[in-house]
């Protein structure tokens, strides 16, 4: 399964090209930025164009995936449907086709006629990415495609890919807000079990340099006793330095930051957008601990950035369960640990796919433990 570690490797690069592509062009960009409503609004589709960008990033994923791996193409599921429709009741489903000419076509009848536009965006889809990898060649995964399932999340924290304010950071830091918390998340789980085996993230925007903007990409591998991640796992706190960091998001519960404030002191409760990239900041030691009370994520928000946890030997936990059950026993916590193969038959339309009890991503079973104290009984 390595060859597949490497092929989403591959589409998650050209998904970030993609996106780099929509704020670069013009033509893309103002459709990128122009957010219609009322009599504005595209009469003919009702969808906006970052819906679109969405889309087609969701399905070129799927479409390079599926000719690889015919097996997982009906196991392939993303945060948007492909299906457009207007008012008028005709709808049209985005797909990749053959060629860059024939994707041109479909996009325009979505985008209104944009030829331009469709243009654009149909041969940055059917560019091919180059991605220099390493590590990847002598692993061996002993999985096979069919009994594998994906969820991709195409950009996650579009808000802050939209507004594209470029924020620059000191090494070592986490980033607040800005084009940095966007991300592509690519997962995938096993489908009899729901457990995470393979995660992709692809940062589009990491830094600046005078050419423009440079992507970053990072994968972790968890099956059984195959650990393999492109992050080295973050040296242990000193003894001397006992403080612990949490990160969350913005629009957290009163009761959580109260209850974590005195753990954590003012500089080390830290706030940033995108629950991937939060995700990513305790992968990459920024942040000891992410704690979200909500129901606020999706199966395609974790999935991808799980796996990369699980390879370093960490986790990610239903928060509700932990603060629940929750003991962290032999160094290793495995219960609650999130699934990604089995929907809320209860609810509808993305709330099936919820991470409904909240969660709580963690590296070292020490720190989760110490949160998980805190909060206990506070909301
Ligand atoms: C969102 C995005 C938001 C996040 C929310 C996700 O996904 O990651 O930033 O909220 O949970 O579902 P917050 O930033 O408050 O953590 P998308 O941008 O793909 O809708
Ligand atoms: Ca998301």
Redesign the pocket.
């Known amino acids: 399964m390595a060859d597949l570690l490497k092929l989403l490797l591959r589409v998650a690069e050209k998904a970030a090209n993609v996106a780099r592509v929509c704020r670069q062009e013009a033509p893309l960009f103002q459709l990128l930025i122009q957010e219609k409503t009322g009599v504005d609004k595209n009469k003919k589709f009702v969808q906006d164009f970052k819906t679109l960008a ?1 889309v087609v990033i969701q399905e070129m994923i799927r479409h390079d995936v599926g000719a690889q791996f015919p097996e997982i193409i009906d196991h392939i599921q993303g ?1 948007e449907s492909n299906k457009f429709e207007n008012g008028l009741g005709e709808s049209v489903i985005v797909t990749v086709c053959g060629t860059e000419k024939e994707t041109a076509a479909l996009l325009a009848t979505v985008l209104d006629g944009d030829q331009m536009a469709a243009t654009l965006l149909a041969c940055a889809i059917h560019q091919d990415a180059t991605l220099k990898l390493t590590g990847t060649d002598d692993l061996h995964i002993p999985l096979s495609p069919s009994d594998l399932g994906i969820w991709i ?9 939209i507004q594209g304010r470029e924020e620059v950071v000191e090494e070592g830091c986490l980033c607040s807000s800005g084009l940095q ?2 991300l592509v998340l690519i997962g995938v789980y096993i489908r009899a079990t729901g457990e995470p085996v393979i995660g992709v993230i692809n940062q589009p925007f990491n830094h600046k340099d005078p050419t423009g903007w440079k992507g970053k990409h990072f994968w972790g591998v968890s099956y059984g006793s195959v650990k393999a991640c492109s992050v080295l796992r973050p040296k242990d706190r000193p003894a001397e330095c006992p403080g612990l960091s949490v990160v969350l ?4 519960k009163q009761a959580v930051k109260e209850a974590l404030a005195p753990l954590c002191g003012p500089d080390r409760l830290m706030y ?7 995700i990513l900041c305790v992968i990459l030691g920024l942040a000891d601990v992410y704690v ?1 009370s ?1 129901g ?3 199966k ?2 974790s999935c991808g950035p799980h796996a990369l946890l699980l390879a370093l030997g960490g986790g990610m936990l239903d928060l509700k369960e932990c603060l629940h059950f929750g003991h962290c026993e032999g160094g290793h916590h495995d219960q609650g640990e999130l699934t990604y193969h089995q929907s809320h038959s209860e609810s509808t339309g993305a709330d099936r796919w919820a991470n409904q009890g909240g969660l709580v991503a963690y590296l070292d079973c020490q720190m989760l433990h110490r949160v998980i104290g805190e909060l206990k009984g506070k909301f």
Not at 249 to 252: A, G, I, Q, V, Y
Not at 272 to 278: D, F, L, R
């Open positions: 969405d945060e999340d195409p950009i996650d924290a579009t808000s802050q890919y918390c966007a998001s913005s629009s957290e940033a957008s995108g629950a991937g990239y939060k979200l909500e606020s994520t999706f395609w928000d």
